[in-house]
Each structure stands twice: as structure tokens, then as C-alpha cells.
């Protein structure tokens, strides 16, 4: 299979991106009149991860913008759009749970501090760090909640967030073609290194609402690490482009996602 990266540019990733807000719009909110019932260790790690998702994404499209490609700089925009929308759902689920929102947590703002002092390609691999744990989190929220307007919020941000994913690799796996083979081969275990601390820190700060969601730290930890396994041999080469998530527009993407069964491993981060 021909993964997005292989085609010339990012046209149809804004093509992909531009017919999700039409579909988001056209599909409306979800019914957040009939409430929720959580536990209170689920709302605690909803409330956290609102926090991470709900940033304005401007410090992202700079360095986009810097990059000198319109074509993906307009699509870093409505990726962070997608994100912003994100923290407004968790808010809004929060809310029918009868839980406020939280003004911030220690871990993210270290996470966006590290992401401000780095150049475009340092800014997507922490990002993808928290993109990827966001995929198993939501899964398990999806999945475990017991709740049915949980349930569907988590798995419209689980939709979007697989194809979060294989977008940032495609941006990444093109930044790292033209850099020498010393330091492509530094980059992977630095890369691994933040995401098994980041990870760690996610099990730790998280682990009761896991455990509540029917998914065990060791569990977790091993699922992320499998699906940043995938990711991180797409973007040097080693995996098969496109093996994370079909291309926009190809069946078994999007729609499919939205409709049904579990996908592969399972964080956003703030945009």
C-alpha cells in the first residue's frame, strides 16, 4: 500500500482535512443533554487530558508557516482546529458528568514548554510522542467508560487522532530523508527515550483510571509501545508506509474508523 508521504506534497492530506470540517459541521455535537455518568478517577484523567488538548496551536502554525510549503502550513492549521475541537468536547463531556474543567497540570506544561524551545521537526516528535499515547487513552475511555455519550466523544477524538498520526509521520519520515545516516540513527533512540518517559509519567499519573477503563498499566504501556514501534519504523524506513492507517479517501480510513471495531494501540497532545 502507498502511504500519503509517497504522493508530492500534502495536497490531499488538506483535501482530507478540509472534507473532515465539513463533515464534523454537518454531523453537529453530540447529545450532551443526556448527561454522563463516570467514575471519578475517568473524570480526574478526562480532566487532565482536556488540559492537553486545549491550546490555541499558534507556536505549531509559526513554524508551519516557516517552513515555506502553503499547502501544509494550511494543513498544520486545520489539524490544530481538529485539536482545538477536541478540548471543547471534553469540556462539554465533562460538563454533562457535572465536572469542571481544570486551569492546568504539571505534565503539560512541561510538554509544551519542551515543544516552544524546538525547531518544526523536534516540535512533531514530541507532538507524535503525545499523539500516540492519545490513541490508546482514547480507545480505553471509548471502550471502558460504560457510558454511552463518553463513549461516543472518545471514539469521534479516536477517529481523528488515527489520522493525526500517519499525517505528522508523513511530515517527519520527509524531514529525516535529507539528514546524514549518523544522525537519523542518534534521532530513533532519543526518540524512544521521550516516549518511554513521557509513557511512564502517563501509567503513573493515570493508572486508576486505566485500571477502571479494563486496561492495565502493563497492558497500556505495551499496546503504545507497539503502535510507536509501527511509527517510528515508518518514519526511518523501516516499516511499510501507510501500514498505520489507510490514506485519506481509501476505504477502510475515516468512515470505517467512526463505525466500528477497535483500532491498533491507542495521546493527543496540545496543539
Not at 502507498?2 to 478540509?18: A, C, I, K, T
Request: glycine share 14%; proline share 5%.
Amino acid at each position: 500500500m502507498r502511504g500519503v508521504g509517497d504522493r508530492p506534497g500534502f495536497e490531499e492530506w488538506l483535501r482530507d482535512f478540509r472534507a473532515e470540517a465539513v463533515r464534523r459541521e454537518g454531523d453537529g455535537d453530540p447529545g450532551w443533554a443526556r448527561g454522563a455518568r463516570l467514575d471519578r478517577r475517568v473524570l480526574r484523567s478526562l480532566q487532565r487530558f482536556q488540559v492537553g488538548e486545549d491550546g490555541d496551536g499558534s507556536n505549531l502554525m509559526a513554524k508551519a508557516a516557516e517552513a515555506g510549503d502553503e499547502v501544509y502550513a494550511e494543513a498544520v492549521r486545520l489539524f490544530v482546529a481538529e485539536e482545538r475541537n477536541h478540548a471543547r468536547m471534553l469540556a462539554a463531556l465533562l460538563a454533562a458528568a457535572g465536572a469542571p474543567t481544570i486551569a492546568g497540570h504539571w505534565s503539560d506544561a512541561v510538554f509544551v514548554r519542551l515543544r516552544r524551545v524546538l525547531g518544526l521537526r523536534l516540535e512533531l516528535m514530541v507532538l507524535m510522542v503525545a499523539e500516540v499515547i492519545a490513541l490508546r487513552y482514547y480507545r480505553a475511555v471509548r471502550d471502558g467508560s460504560g457510558d454511552r455519550l463518553a463513549s461516543e466523544v472518545a471514539g469521534r477524538i479516536l477517529a481523528d487522532e488515527r489520522r493525526h498520526v500517519p499525517f505528522h509521520r508523513d511530515r517527519l519520515r520527509e524531514s529525516f530523508r535529507s539528514l546524514p545516516g549518523v544522525v537519523r540513527a542518534g534521532a530513533r533512540p532519543a526518540w524512544w527515550t521521550l516516549m518511554l518517559g513521557a509513557c511512564a509519567v502517563v501509567v503513573w499519573d493515570h493508572g486508576s483510571a486505566l485500571r477502571r477503563l479494563g486496561v492495565p498499566r502493563a497492558v497500556f504501556a505495551a499496546d503504545v509501545a507497539a503502535l510507536f514501534a509501527a511509527v517510528t519504523g515508518e518514519v526511518f524506513g523501516a516499516g511499510e508506509a501507510g501500514s498505520l492507517t489507510p490514506p485519506p479517501g481509501t476505504p477502510g480510513g475515516r468512515r470505517a474508523v467512526r463505525g466500528g471495531g477497535p483500532p491498533p494501540g491507542g495521546a493527543g497532545g496540545r496543539a
